[in-house]
């Protein structure tokens, strides 16, 4: 009889690529994973992210267990498991989110880059490098995190062309986060927010200049990166103040 196990963790795509690794867990146990994401990130994961075993649905789409589906506690039977990772902060309060989605299975956190892996689509990337006319030696900024995507305001000075990343003109160009990949490798430097593009920029950018600035509002308090704390393995990421 088929084995199924359904996640609760549609949002955001940071949290999609950082708990792969427990899916693929869960898939090495004989299981086949179902995954609803939000519809913001549907086309973009099932597109370039494929796994034997991993079934990425809608949340409104018809999957097996869905009877459970935003239930908070974890639900095992001898064929069925259902995984609440979006609540695994409440077991853990002490615990940064992120990080309490491994405690809440008693997984060990190891280097996520390994399970993520991702079908480029090299052409459109490099026809995101052309429209932005991303050539020669030039910095990318990004200002925007969040799923609402908020902004901190970064203001990169250089002789250098700067280019400020912007979600809502990718979006009328027919672009989304994983077509930056080529551009993202051919920086000189990159400076971001945290943010589901430090993930790419921690993968694939091993020979630029990465900065960090924390998730917050120029006028909120410091947050002391408390909350990627793990996450990122790149030896090469300064974390700005």
């Known amino acids: 009889m088929n084995k199924n196990c359904l996640i609760y963790q549609p949002l955001g795509l940071g949290d999609i690529i950082w708990i792969l690794p427990i899916v693929d867990v869960i898939i090495e146990s004989g299981y086949t994973v179902y995954y609803p994401v939000g519809d913001v990130y549907y086309d973009m994961v099932s597109t370039y992210i494929e796994k034997k075993n991993l079934i990425w649905v809608r949340e409104n789409d018809d999957f097996p267990l869905k009877k459970y589906y935003r239930q908070y506690d974890i639900i095992e039977n001898e064929n069925e498991l259902y995984l609440p990772l979006t609540y695994a902060d409440r077991y853990f309060p002490q615990c940064s989110i992120m990080i309490s989605k491994y405690y809440l299975l ?11 892996s991702l079908k480029r689509n090299i052409n459109r990337e490099r026809k995101l490098i052309d429209k932005y006319d991303l050539s020669g030696d030039y910095i990318l900024v990004n200002k925007s995190f969040g799923t609402e995507y908020q902004d901190r305001d970064l203001n990169i000075v250089s002789t250098k062309k700067v280019h400020y990343m912007n979600v809502e003109e990718d979006r009328n160009n027919g672009f989304q986060l994983f077509d930056w990949i080529l551009a993202l490798e ?10 589901s593009l430090c993930f790419l920029i921690d993968k694939y950018c091993l020979n630029n200049e990465i900065h960090m600035y924390e998730k917050r509002k120029e006028s909120e308090q410091n947050t002391f990166y408390k909350n990627i704390n793990l996450l990122f393995r790149n030896p090469n990421w300064i974390y700005e103040n």
């Open 106 to 116: 008693s997984i060990p956190i190891g280097d996520w880059r390994k399970s993520f």
């Open 186 to 195: 051919n920086a000189s430097e990159i400076h971001t927010v945290e943010t």
